[in-house]
């Protein structure tokens, strides 16, 4: 009796109830989604990495996979704007994005992107991609709506210049949160404050940037292409996206640099002003894991020209 009244009340969730679950019916249906995983309508299988949110993939009556990130109590708009960002970032036709499937306060569903290996080929159209991208530009430094690194938020209230931009909205709110919580030190502090108050970086316009560039939203993909994923997409200065490609390394990352480069040139001296890009992440480091996180930064900041 148990077992006919849970299939009854799956019926009544699933209307019109289908007997296959495909991805016409997530996209239509996307409140349905976790009451399909609660009975078990489709089948779960772990993906490794994310310190954030649960990651799995999906699997579908029909044999289609689906990838699916999930967060329990996520604050509001978390998703959303991820979303936003995906859809943003696709829209400038440069660098392949998963598409999105469909969307929840605690739960996104993606195009399911089978994982390939990095190649010298990949790396190069990534370089070019990444140019394209920063090309297609943004209507200003910051963005329409607030965003997320990790489970920090991130404002991107529009400022008029990009050192404003980066030193109040970027750098400030996270040095005041690590020193607040122990992770920097009174003198690293004031090296970085030193660099914020002399940042000397080439005007230019704003970029369309990933925002969150790091190696692990980096996918390489078994189709021959690297796709961007988990993006902090707003408009910013495109070295920042390359300096946070190199902070934890990258695989490839000087063909990477050398197609970006020759598709869209860099201003003289962009790697020096690599650790001007890198305070954010390191300080961001820093508030969620404290460590040397803090110490890094600082060491940045003093080495900056």
């Known amino acids: 009796m148990m077992i006919d009244l849970g299939v009854s009340a799956m019926r009544a969730t699933l209307s019109p109830y289908r007997e296959g679950v495909d991805l016409e019916y997530l996209r239509t249906h996307p409140q349905n989604i976790d ?7 489709i089948r779960t299988t772990p993906v490794p990495g994310g310190s954030v949110c649960t990651a799995e993939r999906l699997t ?4 289609t996979d689906v990838f699916a990130k999930s967060l329990a109590g996520a604050s509001d708009g ?7 960002g995906l859809r943003w970032l696709a829209s400038a036709g440069a ?3 998963p598409e999105v499937i469909a969307v929840t306060d605690e739960l996104l569903l993606l195009e399911w992107v089978s994982p390939g290996v990095p190649t010298p080929a990949a790396a190069e159209e990534l ?5 394209a991208l920063h090309r297609a530009g943004a209507d200003g430094f910051g963005g329409p709506a607030p965003g997320y690194l990790g489970s920090l938020p991130l404002d991107n209230t529009p400022a008029a210049a990009w050192p404003e931009f980066y030193a109040e909205r970027r750098v400030r709110p996270y ?4 020193r607040d919580r122990g992770a920097l030190s009174a003198p690293d502090a004031a090296a970085i404050e030193r660099v914020l108050d002399r940042l000397d970086v080439p005007a230019e316009p704003p970029s369309r940037l990933h925002g969150d560039l790091w190696n692990g939203n980096v996918h390489w993909a078994a189709d021959g292409r690297a796709w961007l994923v988990d993006p902090a997409a707003h408009g910013g200065h495109r070295e920042t996206d390359l300096a946070m ?3 934890f390394g990258a695989p490839q990352l000087d063909r990477i640099l050398a197609a970006y480069d020759e598709a869209h040139p860099l201003a003289t001296g962009w790697r020096a002003r690599v650790g001007v890009h890198q305070l954010h992440p390191l300080l961001v480091h820093a508030v969620l894991f404290g460590g040397g996180y803090g110490a890094r930064a600082g060491a940045a900041a003093r080495a900056c020209p």
């Open 175 to 178: 040095l005041r949160a690590a």
């Open 95 to 97: 660098v392949p994005v």
């Open 245 to 247: 490609l190199a902070l």
């Open 78 to 84: 978390f998703f959303a704007a991820e979303v936003a």
């Open 35 to 41: 009451r399909l995983l609660t009975h078990q309508r």
């Open 127 to 131: 370089g070019r991609g990444l140019a």
């Open 60 to 63: 579908l009556d029909d044999g």
